[in-house]
C-alpha cells in the first residue's frame, strides 16, 4: 500500500499524559498537513509543512502541540499533558507541489483522552 | 472569516435513486473547490476538484458544478448505490489550508 499511513489508528491515554503520532506520507510527496477532526464536523486545519519546514500553523496549535518533520519524509504530531478536548481524529494528508494539487489523506488517529 | 456551510446536515434515500448535496463557501482568496467523501472511520477521499473558471466536473456517477459568482456548489449522484453512504465534504481551498464544511451524511438504503 503506498497510500498515506497513520500509526497507531487508535489511542486511549488518561488526561495530563503526553501522545505522538506518526504519519508517513506519498513518499513522493514532499507536502504534510495535519488536520484534527471532532464527530460531527469537518476536518480543521492544524499545520503543514513543506519538506522540513513548517510553514503554517493554526492558531488551533496550542503550545501543548509540536509536529515535526526532521527529514522532510515522516512526521510526528506530539501533544504533551492532554486534557478531555484533545478527543478527536487526527488526520494527515499529503500532496505534491502541483498548482492543483490534491491531498492525500491517511486513515487518522483516534484518540480519546480519559 | 473562511467558512463553508452545508446543507442538508444529513438525508436519507433509497438505493438507485439520485439526491443533491449543497455547498456555499465565502473564502479569500479562493483557489479551488473540492468534495470528498469519508467513509465513517476513515480519511477523507477526494471526488472532485474545480477551479472557479470550472462550472461542472464528473467523476463516475458523481457530478458537481460551481457558481463562482454565488459561491455555490452542489453534488449530485445519480443511481445511488449502498456504498455511497458516507459523509460527503465540501472543501474550499484558500492559500496552504483547506477550508472544510462540515459535511452532509448521507444513507442510502435497501
Known amino acids: 500500500d503506498t497510500g498515506v499511513s497513520q500509526d497507531p489508528r487508535h489511542k486511549i491515554t488518561k488526561r495530563g499524559q503526553n501522545v505522538t503520532f506518526r504519519c508517513d506520507p506519498i513518499s513522493e510527496h514532499n507536502r504534510l498537513y495535519w488536520y484534527r477532526q471532532t464527530l460531527g464536523q469537518g476536518p480543521e486545519f492544524l499545520t503543514y509543512f513543506q519538506n522540513e519546514a513548517q510553514l503554517e500553523k493554526s492558531r488551533l496549535l496550542s503550545d501543548r502541540f509540536s509536529a515535526e518533520r526532521p527529514k522532510g519524509s515522516f512526521s510526528t504530531l506530539e501533544i504533551q499533558r492532554t486534557e478531555q478536548g484533545d478527543s478527536a481524529m487526527y488526520l494527515c494528508?499529503?500532496?505534491?507541489?502541483?498548482?492543483?494539487?490534491?491531498?492525500?489523506f491517511g486513515p487518522g488517529t483516534r484518540l480519546l483522552v480519559l | 472569516k473562511n467558512q463553508v456551510e452545508q446543507s442538508p446536515q444529513s438525508l436519507i434515500i433509497l438505493e438507485g435513486k439520485n439526491c443533491t448535496l449543497q455547498?456555499?463557501?465565502?473564502?479569500?482568496?479562493?483557489?479551488?473547490l473540492r468534495w470528498y467523501k469519508q467513509d465513517t472511520g476513515r480519511g477523507p477521499v477526494s471526488l472532485t476538484i474545480m477551479t472557479f473558471s470550472e462550472n461542472t466536473k464528473s467523476n463516475g456517477r458523481y457530478t458537481a458544478t460551481l457558481d463562482a459568482d454565488t459561491k455555490q456548489s452542489s453534488l449530485h449522484i445519480t443511481a445511488s448505490q449502498l456504498s455511497d453512504s458516507a459523509s460527503y465534504i465540501c472543501?474550499?481551498?484558500?492559500?496552504?489550508?483547506?477550508?472544510f464544511g462540515k459535511g452532509t451524511s448521507l444513507l442510502v438504503t435497501p
Open positions: 472543501v474550499a481551498h484558500s492559500g496552504y489550508a483547506l477550508n
Open positions: 455547498c456555499n463557501y465565502t473564502v479569500s482568496p479562493f483557489s479551488n
Open positions: 494528508a499529503s500532496s505534491s507541489s502541483e498548482a492543483r494539487e490534491t491531498q492525500y
